[in-house]
């Protein structure tokens, strides 16, 4: 029987847009606030009210357009490209949304009809108040959704939790997935009460904390608060609040758009912050008490699976304590491949979201594996 928490209470009905405005940081992704220091945000305070990334103009030159299917109980928020070849599902990390594909979104769109998803939790897509934050649930939805609106077997790729529904998806509807790829997914580390000793169940408790007790009205500027002390270390002592009023000051002059601070320039850190503003810390939350994985055994799972997979692992690191910065371990990776039936592994120089950190060896990855070029 898989450990866990005691379980999440129920909650009162919120969408992914309205309602608590969400998030809770992955351990992974927190090692590189630093790139943001409290004089680069006062001199770009103010640039910050009108700054549009420029990936908007480019992934909306290569065809993508935003859509909506209603799956169940949900409505799924997805972005659609031209149909170029092969169906390709992404399911981006946790914490994040469609848009931090955006780096490779318009290279994919050459070689394939790309589906990129923000499942639920994330992004625009709306859920009911008692909907079940678990693979099993999510995974399922994303099954109907690839059932019902490609209609035929797709290829996958998931960065991390989004790498465990592709793992869901391809143990649990085989008929539907041609092969997947794996993106640092954190196989066995993501598993209670082996993650009480990531660096992520540190994250995951700001959700959790936010979910069970504190209920934010704005989990954007709650994260910031909750992670006051670390921008203090990091980037100086009056960070907390400069990037507070920055993230006001756009809010005031770009009503209803996601977050997007140009005076942050690491690109993870900033899709990040445009992430927070609408993520369910009910998520986060299931990570945290264990009820994510419920029915969900990674063993079991890697090894039902008979497609071809691809298993990407980025950099990680053991910390003085004994506390794993990142997904994987090389031992975790080695049972994995262990595991699976067709599986290739990979090693990539990169922090935790490859596809934004090294775009282009990402899509040559994917490429290589999915289409033999």
Not at 22 to 40: E, I, N, Y
Not at 211 to 222: E, R
Not at 254 to 283: A, I, M, Q
């Amino acid at each position: 029987m898989i450990q866990k928490r005691s379980p999440l209470p129920a909650m009162s009905e919120r969408s992914a847009r309205s309602g608590w405005k969400k998030r809770a940081v992955l351990g992974g992704l927190m090692t590189v606030l630093g790139a943001l220091t409290a004089s680069t945000a006062f001199a770009g305070i103010f640039g910050a009210r009108s700054y549009v990334d420029p990936r908007h103009a480019e992934v909306e030159a290569a065809g993508y357009v935003q859509k909506t299917a209603r799956v169940n109980r949900i409505t799924l928020s997805y972005v659609e490209g031209p149909n170029n070849g092969p169906p390709l599902v992404l399911l981006h990390a946790q914490l994040l949304d469609w848009f931090s594909y955006s780096r490779v979104l318009p290279e994919l769109a050459k070689s394939y009809h790309v589906y990129d998803i923000d499942y639920p939790g994330h992004g625009e897509t709306v859920t009911p108040a008692d909907y079940p934050m678990t693979a099993h649930q999510v995974g399922s939805d994303l099954g109907d959704f690839i059932a019902k609106e490609i209609g035929r077997p797709v290829f996958v790729t998931g960065n991390s939790s989004g790498g465990l529904l592709a793992v869901w998806l391809a143990a649990n509807r085989p008929a539907l997935i041609r092969a997947a790829l794996l993106e640092d997914p954190p196989l066995f580390s993501a598993e209670y009460p082996r993650i009480r000793q990531t660096i992520a169940d540190r994250a995951f408790k700001t959700s959790y904390t936010a979910a069970t007790k504190d209920h934010p009205d704005d989990f954007l500027l709650y994260w910031i608060r909750g992670n006051a002390e670390f921008f203090r270390k990091r980037a100086g002592p009056g960070t907390p609040f400069l990037l507070t009023q920055a993230v006001k000051a756009y809010r005031r002059d770009n009503p209803g758009k996601p977050v997007e601070l140009g005076l942050v320039k690491n690109d993870t850190v900033r899709l990040l912050l445009r992430g927070l503003e609408s993520y369910d810390p009910r998520f986060g939350a299931a990570f945290y008490d264990g009820s994510w994985n419920d029915g969900f055994d990674h063993a079991a799972a890697l090894k039902e699976i008979r497609c071809p997979v691809l298993l990407m692992q980025a950099d990680y690191s053991i910390m003085a304590d004994g506390t794993l910065n990142g997904a994987m371990t090389k031992n975790d990776a080695d049972r994995a491949m262990a595991l699976l039936a067709k599986g290739k592994y990979v090693k990539v120089d990169a922090s935790h979201v490859v596809n934004i950190d090294k775009p282009d060896e990402f899509v040559a990855a994917l490429n290589q594996f999915f289409l033999g070029r």
